[in-house]
């Protein structure tokens, strides 16, 4: 624990030895592709399958082919795989086809065309909630919650001074290196086997059960290496695998569906739009007295995680901030755009932009600093959150300021760019944000789920880990095998990973919500606990033993008694307690807590914004891996810089216009500057070792802090993202009167 050992998938990939779904092969295979809608709302009439192709060649899945139920298994029972008589949004799956040849395929999709009426869609927000059209239940709401604390409406009357303001944040496309992409191998006599690039076994497994009409054992969802995915392969995977099955299905072949970069980008989830209203009640120091949040985010045309994503994005909508009356009410709503779904941060970004912006406008009216506005609010141990959780682990957000601070140069910057901003072509600004963000599932989430992890020993001696939680970049296999050696006081090298397997490995959840290390990783250690405990108990092993001696332990229970496993399953703390009626009590079992401090320049030519530093300092409890830690910190601030600056995605009739990377921009090598990471270590009761989530928590803050830097660098306040280089100049030029 705590050494940068070498990733246990790593020399695979350097070599090329790992295998990505678009590398398998079977035989017999064949290709399939997916006929989408190209309008967000109609009546679908029929279909025809014209020009001059082999139609008795391809395989043809329509609704009418399912053999079971023609719906998506998620939260709502809402999604069809297959439309059939309704058009909900401009990439709905109408058809599928397969074919051998790729050309021949391509041709036909081209000839497939939909006879459609077309109905007057639902494209924001406002739409939605004007219900005049209404395309979802009986009001176009998915969810909605009302989180309160105290009393806000008594005072309003007596408050020195009231702050208001709105703050919106666009989509943003997940852009994993390697889009989705499916195998699958189906018949009635042999059940469906799917294998693909996802982040969710599971899921996979519930979804395609009731697809086919079968039992879960003659269903098998297999991950094969992942190129990324960012929660945008929670979901969605279970789309394309049941795309594949059923083409596998009608077929009696292995089908391989892989979408191009532009089908990806314009058909699958994003990360939900938002728009947050703030009221609040401060005093002349800038101490919140009272704060009324209105928090909204677009779905898109169907459920799929929108009430989790909401849920974590109004727990945290009040950001880490001690305040005696707040009033959060929250909606997600429905539109006909794609659906939009799990991203990294799961709500929280949205929700702490706003927060963390409306500071900064709190600090500008009352002429104080965004530092000093800050201290006078966060939280401390003993001190309440919103949903009136006591914070009872040690908070030290003055020594994570201070850190930032001393790093950064703040203070010092603060003072010489308010001198050297007063002519010449750049403008420099230097802005800070706090944030925290829960770790694990939500309230009673991770007691309803139960996840199972386990550890098994082979005769020869080597430990295998046991779990459905995956490896897509972010370290999984790495951790778990640091974990568990550690806990039996073996060789790493002496630990293997099972592959994700529904076949051999247990449900341990989702690959989400900051819960891998900490919620599975702690299953992990008490389950090699349970290994080590068992052999110290059957008198093959002492408390003190040698790497040959542990190997001797195995090989002795092997021939004594057969193969050794320990599954252990996910048991809630007794601190734990949560109220799903009134959303009260423990959110979460603990928290990371984090200080950034974004550095920019503004080119007064070009308008262009770049980020020239950026300190992040985080306690996140035990540190397992630092470099691969330090990754995921400085992968999420690339990706906040992005969401901020870069990564405007385009609506042209309910459909994204720059589905392709030549003209949805993120941000280079050369955009990106250097980021610096700093852990504070604390350890904590909840996680293996006292390690907490982290993956999260680097996609809440940077936007905020770069928005506050470029507002100290402009004198201008933008309160919606992305900020473009064209919003910089219609701002600039308007304060000018041009």
């Known amino acids: 624990m705590g050494k940068n050992v070498l990733r246990k998938e790593g020399a ?55 053999p079971g139920e023609n719906i998506v298994t998620m939260h709502e029972k809402d999604q069809p795989y297959l439309a059939q008589g309704e058009i909900h949004h401009s990439q709905e799956p109408v058809a599928l ?40 239940g009986k009001d176009n709401v998915f969810k909605s919650f009302r989180l309160q604390k105290g009393d806000p409406s008594s005072i309003w009357l007596s408050a020195p001074r009231i702050v208001e303001g709105e703050y919106v944040t666009g989509a943003q496309e997940q852009l994993y290196i390697e889009p989705q992409g499916a195998i699958a191998v189906a018949s009635p006599a042999e059940g469906v086997t799917v294998w693909g690039s996802l982040q969710c076994p599971y899921y996979v497994h519930k979804a395609l059960k009731p697809l086919f009409g079968l039992a879960g054992d ?95 994005g109004t727990i945290h909508a009040s ?56 201290r006078a609010n966060l939280l401390r141990s003993g001190d309440t959150t919103a949903t009136s959780q006591i914070i009872r682990e040690k908070v030290d957000f003055p020594g994570l300021i201070a850190t930032a601070a001393r790093h950064s140069g703040l203070r010092e910057k603060c003072r010489s760019f308010a001198r050297s901003n007063r002519g010449g072509r750049f403008r420099k600004g230097i802005g800070l944000a706090c944030v925290m963000h829960g770790a694990g599932f939500t ?50 090298d002496d630990v293997d990973v099972a592959q994700p397997d529904t076949r051999s490995v247990p449900d341990s959840g989702p690959t989400v919500a900051s819960r891998t290390c900490m919620i599975v990783g702690k299953l992990v250690e008490s389950a090699a606990n349970g290994i080590k405990d068992t052999l110290v108990r059957g008198g093959l092993l002492g408390k003190r033993y040698t790497r040959a001696q542990f190997k001797a332990a195995c090989s002795r229970h092997a021939a004594r008694a057969g193969s050794l496993r320990c599954l252990m399953s996910y048991e809630p703390p007794a601190s734990v307690s949560w109220d799903d009626a009134n959303y009260r009590g423990e959110a979460y079992a603990t928290y990371a807590w984090a200080v950034y401090v974004a550095e920019v320049s503004v080119d007064m030519v070009t308008y262009r914004v770049s980020v020239d530093d950026f300190v ?28 901020a600056l870069y990564e405007n995605v385009v609506w042209k009739d309910g459909r994204m216009a720059n589905n392709q990377m030549t003209n949805y921009i993120i941000p280079t090598s050369l955009d990106t500057p250097p980021i610096r990471v700093f852990f504070e270590e604390d350890n904590r009761e909840h996680g293996p070792f ?21 507002e100290m660098a402009i004198g201008v306040s933008f309160d919606k993202i992305p900020v473009l280089p064209e919003d910089v100049m219609h701002a600039l030029e308007g304060r000018r009167g041009g």
């Open 12 to 66: 695979a990939k350097v070599t090329g030895e790992a295998r990505y779904i678009d590398d398998l092969r079977f035989p017999g295979m064949i290709h399939g592709v997916t006929v989408r809608s190209d309008i967000p709302r109609g009546k679908l009439l029929g279909l025809r399958f014209e020009g001059d192709v082999p139609w008795n060649e391809i395989t043809v899945v329509t609704a009418g082919d399912i």
């Open 97 to 136: 086809l397969a074919h051998p040849d790729r050309d021949v395929l391509q041709r036909a999709l081209r000839s497939v065309k939909l006879d459609v009426e077309p109905l007057p869609p639902v494209l924001t927000l406002d739409d939605s909630l004007a219900r005049k059209h209404v395309i979802w």
């Open 218 to 312: 003659r269903v098998r969802v297999i991950q094969t290496e992942t190129g990324g995915g960012f929660g945008g392969k929670e979901e969605y995977p279970s789309v394309i695998a049941g795309h594949a099955a059923l083409l596998a299905w009608k077929s009696g072949r292995p089908v391989k569906m892989i979408y191009p970069r532009d089908e990806d980008m314009a058909a699958t989830t994003k990360r939900h739009p938002s728009r947050t209203r703030i009221r609040s009640a401060v005093d002349e120091k800038g101490r919140l007295l009272a704060l009324e949040i209105e928090f909204l985010l677009d779905g898109g045309a169907y459920c799929t995680l929108s009430p989790v994503v909401l849920s974590r």
């Open 319 to 374: 950001g880490p901030y001690r305040c005696d009356h707040v009033l959060v009410d929250s909606r997600a709503l429905a539109t006909n755009t794609p659906p939009h779904g799990a991203f990294r941060g799961f709500g929280a970004p949205q929700s702490l932009f706003a927060i963390e912006r409306h500071m900064d406008r709190i600090a500008r009216e009352l002429g104080l600093s965004p530092e000093a506005v800050r």
């Open 443 to 492: 309230g009673s989430g991770e007691n309803n789920l139960k996840a199972v992890a386990g550890v098994e020993i082979t005769p020869e001696g080597r430990v295998r880990v046991l779990s459905g939680s995956t490896e897509i970049g972010q370290g999984t296999n790495t951790i778990f095998a640091q974990i568990a050696a550690d806990a039996l006081g073996i060789s790493y």
């Open 616 to 643: 992040a300092v985080q306690e996140v409890g035990k540190v397992i891996h630092p470099l691969l830690a330090a990754g995921q910190i400085e992968g999420g601030v690339a990706q906040g810089i992005g969401y």
């Open 690 to 710: 006292g390690a907490k989530g982290i993956g999260e928590l680097p996609m809440d803050a940077p936007a905020p802090a770069i928005l506050s830097a470029v």
